[in-house]
């Protein structure tokens, strides 16, 4: 049997690791209301059976699951949403209307990633994606509430990261459910000085613009917590949203002053890296380089992607 790492939080919610790629890296949460529940983003079809070891753990069974909300489409949050629809009967997926159409027929969705991965490296990350049936699929409208056995779960729109992308509200945790748009923080770079965040970029809808708008819609509504897929619970959140906006700012000056560069790819890996190593110092982060690069290097690649496609095609808002 699969055993899922399971982070116990407040008022019903555990953080299950989905173990992509590494461990710690992305998670899924599951919400428990008096034994009805509901999933916030999947992982990978290889996330699955930890998420329904995490019922098990619980003594739930997946008939109590009344909702698998996608806070967006990428194959890190949703790829295994297909998949662990089938074992969950009364389950319907929540997802923006900008993406729904791609989970209830994911060939495109496979195509764009396999030319982004290579076919090989997308077999391995997330193996064979499922098709949701259209019937069990609610487009999510912005600023529409679900009552999950009485709890009220507000959903609504959050670019910058990606256009098909909403946030979750749990006025009963005082928590917003992030997806990737609250940025990432992970826990191996918490120190005395709390929780270190930074945007993720990745291609092909970043959007500084509509990115401030989102952490700033986000702080609006006054969380006590985030509740991030990279990952899990940060407490701190009018600090780091006040560092994410720097970031951004950094972020764009970054990818300017490298608009013109004949290796303007190199140079910008390069910039992110030292940038991002340089604040994680400050926060008081003592890891050397080669630990520094195994925990965020993959971000470092895909923030870098992300500025690419952003000068040559500006902001998505704008096109």
């Known amino acids: 049997m699969t055993a899922a790492r399971c982070t116990h939080l407040d008022h019903g919610i555990t953080a299950v690791d989905t173990d992509y790629v590494r461990p710690l890296l992305a998670a899924s949460h599951l919400i428990n209301e008096g034994g009805r529940c509901a999933f916030v983003d999947t992982g990978s079809n290889h ?3 930890f998420l329904l070891d995490a019922l098990r753990q619980q003594e739930l069974d997946s008939a109590a699951v009344d909702y698998v909300f996608l806070t967006h489409i990428h194959l890190d949050h949703a790829g295994g949403a297909g998949l662990l629809m089938q074992s969950l009967p ?8 900008r993406g729904a159409r791609h989970m209830i027929d994911p060939s495109k969705l496979i195509k764009g990633s396999q030319a982004v991965y290579g076919k090989e490296v997308f077999a391995r990350l997330y193996g064979k994606l499922q098709a949701i049936d259209k019937e069990r699929v609610i487009v999510a409208e912005d600023g529409q509430r679900f009552d999950l056995n ?3 779960l507000h959903c609504f729109y959050t670019e910058g990261h990606a256009r098909h992308h909403y946030c979750l509200h749990d006025a009963t945790a005082s928590a917003v459910f992030t997806g990737d748009s609250f940025g990432v923080s992970y826990r191996e770079l918490d120190t005395a000085n709390g ?3 930074f945007p993720t970029t990745t291609p092909v809808h970043f959007d500084p613009r509509e990115a401030h708008r989102t952490v700033d819609r986000i702080i609006a509504l006054m969380p006590a ?23 951004l700012d950094d972020f764009v000056a ?3 002053s490298c608009r013109h560069s004949a290796t303007r790819t190199l140079d910008l890996e390069a910039a992110m890296f030292d940038y991002l190593g340089d604040r994680a110092v400050q926060h008081g982060v003592a890891d050397d380089e080669a630990r520094l690069r195994a925990i965020i290097g993959m971000d470092v690649k895909l923030n870098t992607q992300g500025l690419e496609h952003w000068l040559e095609h500006g902001s998505p808002s704008d096109r």
């Open 47 to 49: 996330s699955v059976p």
């Open 195 to 197: 929780e270190f965040v």
């Open 254 to 256: 970054m990818a300017e």
């Open 90 to 97: 009364n389950a319907r997926a929540v997802i923006h209307p």
């Open 150 to 152: 009485g709890r009220e």
């Open 225 to 247: 917590q985030c509740l991030l897929t990279h990952y899990s619970r940060v407490n701190d959140v009018a600090r780091l949203a006040a560092d994410l906006h720097q970031c």
